[in-house]
Nanobody, 115 residues
Framework: QVQLVESGGGLVQAGGSLRLSCAASGSIFSINVMAWYRQAPGKQREVVARITSGGSTSYADSVKGRFTISRDSAKNTVYLQMNSLKPQDTAVYYC?????????WGQGTQVTVSS
């Protein structure tokens, strides 16, 4: 049974930084894609950033230049470094991991950016 454990959310002032982590544990044969999504109140869940097993990354236009996704393959962990945070970044952030057999979601971590 593979589990995802997220950490790093919290309250920060506009312009500040936070780093989210998501560690996958359990029987993992191979991870293809790791990604971060977010869902703000009253809005649909949206992809924020993703990284492939080969290290290719992509970002939502709204976070380009401010957020950086990275992964530690040895630890099956994905990170999201968030800089220059804005109030509109406030949301619950979820990690997602796609393996050969599974499509897994984390429990979510709240990020609140005050103005």
């Amino acid at each position: 049974q593979v589990q995802l454990v997220e950490s790093g959310g919290g309250l920060v002032q506009a312009g500040g930084s936070l780093r989210l982590s998501c560690a996958a544990s359990g029987s993992i044969f191979s991870i293809n894609v790791m990604a971060w999504y977010r869902q703000a109140p009253g809005k649909q869940r949206e992809v924020v950033a993703r990284i492939t097993s080969g290290g290719s990354t992509s970002y939502a236009d709204s976070v380009k230049g401010r957020f950086t996704i990275s992964r530690d393959s040895a630890k099956n962990t994905v990170y999201l470094q968030m800089n220059s945070l804005k109030p509109q970044d406030t949301a619950v952030y979820y990690c997602r991991v796609l393996t050969g057999d599974d499509d897994l979601w984390g429990q979510g971590t709240q990020v609140t950016v005050s103005s």
